[in-house]
């Protein structure tokens, strides 16, 4: 119903485990190492506990996926079964055939048989049990008896129990000491953080065919409170606020949407702070307005600052000087609540001389300031500012595409990052920009150039310099950028690599370190430490491993292709020398 709306091919969200959005957290990679060093020579029983949809049986399939071509695997999803049925599911799932109404020991002396086969054969045999905390005692006592069966080196079956936490208790009771202690890893999955969450948000949409956030930061933040990091949840809570984003005609997705989602989706009601009496809430409005008129008319005094020479000719390109003081109304509103009481006893006074306070107050801004006020509302949508990064490449939106797919069909791609002022100028590429108003509200623009602390930032028809100060106050924290990829990226770098690459990888960090490249012919202590800071200090994993995110960034360093903020470091100018760009 959305999906045309939101550019998407497909509904993101659905809680169904479909494998194309598989997304693996640290938290996920981890249980998922947990899992494979558990299933080593020795054998064992293997744990992997957590919260409902907390992505358990997601770290399960992706394990079976890695399991080596030799490994015959079980996998009961019903473990509410007695031991007679569960060994009887056992070998169904391993294609052991038994007779009519077989006894326990039939069915444990064929399951031997088959497991000495496997192993004379040179293959595996694995178990995997979800919701294993409705197992009964007395069918994990089977079990253990059925891993019984070894060989001087390892045992023959492999078990991985999966379950909520429950399972911990469970497997705590006198009766299954011995069990327990045949436990070789342990692993409990956590939920999502609020930085995790919004990866899984942006991966699910990339992969439903949309590069461009859809999620504001305020509403991953909203996310995680309703959620708990629950991927589950998230999904539940997402799609319902896509639908009521359809329903406004509105992106992006912001933070009461969300609120409304869970309303829905959880059954809670969302707590609305009670409305002020009305002749308090009268004073606030006029303390609120008075502040403003007094705020402005300083404004007028003097408290706005020159534009310099070069600024001044900027402006008369279409370029103005936007340079917003840092107190707000509010602020000052303390200043005059005495004044602002002395007069509460007449609402309809009031509200008539605050309506002629905002009148005076708009009269007296200077006319930068209203160019200013009047750009950032006509910059509320995204679209706008999407069109302005592509006419910087040359480029214009395709109809019936979003940007990101335009940028895609014109050889172009997208990069979204969380970040600050650093971040920005450091990649040093033009952006479209997450922006906020006074009140909060968002809105968007284009940074096209900087000149030292200043950046020019364009809002709809409009370019004006704003300077650090300014940029800082409004940033909501996420930025994206178009850039042109190399015809050819490998997967990753890392210890495994070709000699080649490796060198490759040595040279890109000492370039863009502005140092001297070393001769390396394999993946050292050295070449590891830096590609750990360079992944540290741009908020990437430092896993020393240069993955697809990492060879973005290094990258997006080495281009030379495409408009920039201001003229590149003499350290960045050339290619680097090797195998080519990756």
Request: glycine fraction near 6%.
């Amino acid at each position: 119903m959305y999906k045309a709306f939101y550019g998407l091919s497909d509904n993101p969200f659905s809680i169904a485990p479909n494998p194309h959005y598989l997304f693996l957290s640290d938290r996920h990679r981890e249980a998922l190492a947990h899992l494979t060093y558990g299933l080593g020579e020795t054998g064992g029983f293997v744990l992997l506990t957590g919260e409902v949809g907390t992505g358990k049986t997601t770290v399960s399939r992706c394990l079976l996926n890695q399991l080596p071509e030799n490994t015959d695997t079980a996998f009961i999803l019903n473990p509410s079964l007695t031991e007679l049925e569960l060994l009887a599911t056992l070998c169904d799932e391993l294609g052991v055939h038994y007779g009519e109404s077989p006894t326990l020991k039939q069915l444990t002396d064929k399951l031997s048989q088959f497991l000495l086969a496997n192993h004379e054969k040179g293959r595996n045999t694995v178990l995997i049990i979800d919701e294993a905390q409705h197992l009964r005692a007395e069918v994990l006592e089977q079990l253990r008896l059925l891993t019984n069966l070894e060989t001087d080196t390892k045992k023959l079956l492999q078990v991985i129990l999966i379950g909520q936490p429950e399972l911990q208790q469970l497997l705590k009771r006198q009766e299954l000491r011995q069990l327990a202690q045949r436990i070789t890893a342990r692993y409990h999955l956590l939920p999502l953080t609020q930085q995790e969450i919004a990866l899984y948000v942006q991966h699910r949409l990339q992969v439903a065919g949309r590069h461009e956030p859809l999620f504001h930061r305020s509403a991953i933040k909203t996310l995680h409170q309703y959620s708990g990091g629950i991927p589950r949840l998230i999904n539940l809570l997402c799609e319902r606020a896509l639908m009521a984003g359809y329903a406004q005609s509105k992106v992006p997705i912001d933070a009461n949407m969300v609120r409304t989602a869970a309303s829905e989706v959880l059954g809670e009601e969302i707590k609305q702070r009670k409305l002020l009496w009305p002749a308090t809430a009268a004073t606030l409005i006029l303390a609120t307005f008075a502040g403003a008129f007094y705020f402005f008319n300083l404004q007028g005094q003097g408290g706005i600052a020159q534009a310099t020479t070069a600024q001044a000719n900027m402006a008369q390109t279409g370029a103005v000087q936007a340079n917003e003081p840092s107190a707000t109304g509010a602020q000052l509103a303390n200043q005059n609540h005495s004044q602002a009481v002395q007069t509460q006893t007449q609402p309809q006074t009031q509200t008539n001389l605050a309506s002629r306070q905002v009148e005076e107050s708009n009269a007296s801004l200077s006319a930068d300031q209203r160019i200013l006020r009047q750009a950032i509302n006509q910059s509320r949508s995204i679209d706008t500012a999407y069109a302005a990064i592509l006419g910087l490449w040359d480029k214009a939106p395709y109809v019936g595409l979003t940007a990101c797919q335009s940028a895609k069909q014109q050889g172009l791609d997208c990069f979204q990052q969380q970040g600050n002022w650093h971040s920005l100028v450091r990649l040093n590429y033009p952006a479209v920009v997450y922006l906020q108003d006074e009140r909060g509200e968002p809105f968007y623009g284009t940074v096209v150039s900087r000149q030292g602390e200043q950046l020019l930032l364009q809002l709809a028809e409009q370019q004006l310099w704003v300077d650090r100060d300014w940029f800082t106050r409004h940033f909501a924290g996420t930025f994206e950028l178009l850039w042109q990829a190399p015809s050819y990226q490998p997967k990753e770098i890392g210890r495994g690599s070709a000699p080649a690459q490796i060198q490759w990888l040595e040279n890109a960090l000492a370039q863009i370190q502005n140092k001297p490249a070393r001769l390396v012919d394999y993946f050292d202590a050295e070449l590891e430490q830096s590609l750990m800071d360079f992944q540290r200090q741009h908020g990437l994993r430092a896993d020393a491993i240069a993955g697809s995110q990492t060879l973005v960034q290094l990258n997006l360093y080495l281009s030379d292709k495409g408009p920039r903020l201001q003229e590149q470091q003499a350290g960045l100018q050339g290619r680097v020398q090797g195998e080519g760009r990756y």
